[in-house]
């Protein structure tokens, strides 16, 4: 029997319609979300053109972004850059639930190789409904994952025991965050004092501790982090940055985000206290989705004439290597939201149908 506790402490995302891509659109407005339900409105017109090409997944330098000034606390990405090993490939497996093979994304993956996400654009007759799905990922490999007595549920992480955290939507449009803690669901919705309509949990590590964003009476975004152990609740900021989405978490505690910083969407990695910021070149809209142990980060960025391309960042710290990666049946329309430790990773992208599909991707060395 599923067990369940209410705590009000947080909740998140817009409306029960929008989801992990609600996109450029609201981005370019300041509003950051990270998973987006409306992506399958993004026009199509560019992935008849993509779909023609080969699969993109060149390297690319580092670049220091146009964000606020640093400060003890915060650096930029280092420009000593240099590309990744162009040996490197990687292959690709869209994995759809075919209840609705018209929306899947793949949100979170452990080091067992199971994956969490949901189906389900949000759209009237088409619900967010939550699943896990194990290898080798047929229809039979998938249990469903949901919030009991919710309208709509995203499970967006899933940890190295199984437990997850996501968000759940009830029929007034309500976001709340959720922590499946061996079986037992866990509403949360934050801030403490004053609990906000939308609270959204986006990484969850294997000691519990997880974090994500609630949005405050003015439609800002604040990132947080919150220890289900000790009941601990603590704000996410970064130096200068306003609009802050905190977007997943390794068991080092190190912790991956976005914010907006002048006319950008600039991603952060948080290690040890200290800030680092970094952008795709030459991207207004750098989305950072996923971590692993060894900060091996990737997300999204925006390319040119409304394109969203996956990426892989290395050596954030160091000697920082992007990799632009797009499923081949979704360049241009490619989104990667998590990676495990053996650089397996999770996304979607929209195919030339204009349907969404869950995306694996693995190295192939």
Not at 66 to 90: D, E, L
Not at 244 to 270: C, K, M, P, R
Not at 273 to 291: A, H, K, L, R
Request: overall charge neutral; hydrophobic content about 35%.
């Amino acid at each position: 029997m599923v067990g369940v506790q209410a705590l009000d402490i947080p909740r998140r995302f817009g409306d029960a319609q929008a989801t992990y891509f609600a996109p450029l659109r609201k981005r370019q407005k300041g509003t950051l979300m990270k998973f987006f339900i409306g992506l399958t409105r993004l026009s199509l017109g560019l992935v008849a053109a993509a779909l023609a090409a080969a699969c993109a997944s060149q390297p690319q330098l580092g670049s220091i972004p146009q964000g606020p000034a640093s400060s003890t606390a915060s650096q930029t990405m280092p420009n000593h850059a240099r590309t990744v090993n162009p040996a490197v490939s990687f292959k690709f497996k869209t994995i759809n639930n075919n209840t609705d093979p018209t929306f899947n994304q793949l949100l979170g993956i452990n080091d067992d190789r199971t994956i969490s996400g949901y189906y389900g654009s949000g759209a009237i007759g088409h619900p967010n409904k939550g699943y896990i799905v194990v290898p080798p990922y047929g229809q039979s490999n998938f249990t469903s994952e949901n919030f009991p007595g919710s309208a709509q549920t995203q499970v967006t992480c899933i940890n190295n025991g199984g437990s997850t955290g996501g968000f759940w939507i009830d029929n007034a449009g309500v976001n709340r965050g959720f922590i499946d803690w061996n079986g037992v669901f866990t509403s949360y919705a934050f801030p403490l004092f004053k609990p906000s309509a939308v609270t959204q949990i986006l990484g969850l590590n294997d000691y519990g501790v997880a974090v994500g964003f609630y949005t405050d009476a003015r439609g800002v975004n604040h990132g947080f982090e919150y220890n289900r152990a000790t009941f601990s609740f603590q704000e996410v900021k970064p130096p200068g940055g306003t609009n802050v989405t905190a977007s997943a978490i390794n068991d080092n505690g190190d912790i991956v985000g976005f914010y907006t910083s002048s006319s950008q969407v600039v991603g952060f990695l948080e290690k040890g206290g200290t800030f680092t910021t970094f952008s795709y070149p030459e991207s207004p809209v750098t989305d950072p989705f996923g971590v692993n142990d060894k900060d091996d980060i990737v997300g999204s960025y925006a390319g040119a004439s409304s394109t969203t391309h996956g990426f892989l960042l290395t050596d954030v710290t160091g000697t920082p290597k992007f990799r632009t990666i797009d499923d081949p049946n979704g360049i241009g329309t490619t989104v990667i939201n998590g990676i495990n430790s053996h650089v397996s990773m999770v996304g979607f992208y929209v195919d030339s149908t204009g349907n969404t599909d869950g995306m694996l991707i693995t190295r192939n060395i």
